[in-house]
């Protein structure tokens, strides 16, 4: 596991990035805001190398999501699948999956209650 960002105030976000079985797992910790949304793009949609085809990003250490999240994730989605890949999301708490679900973006994007779940899927 590689510890890329570590939270330094409380809501700050904290993103560790892992691989299981070759799919690239993303554990995400803290609030997604316009303050952090370029450190979220960043570790979904690296600039400094391909993107990866098959992510999943474990949301279930995230208390708040605004707009800026959701962008992103359209975003990497977007890129995921111009490679023939998938983005897939993973644990998303209540008030998040509330969002993901209001904006339609659970239609677009997989969205599973596990990680392993969303491994598997």
Known sequence: MTDTHGA???GSLSIRHTAINGIRVVAVQGE???AVK????EALLPCDGPVPLRTVVDLSGVTFMDSSGINVFVAAHQAANDDQGWLRIAGAQES???LLEIVGLDEVIGCHPTVDQALTA
Do not use: E, F
């Not at 370029?38 to 793009?41: E, G, Y």
């Open 8 to 10: 330094a105030r409380p």
């Open 32 to 34: 997604i805001d316009h």
């Open 38 to 41: 370029d450190m979220l793009s």
């Open 96 to 98: 998040v999956l509330r």
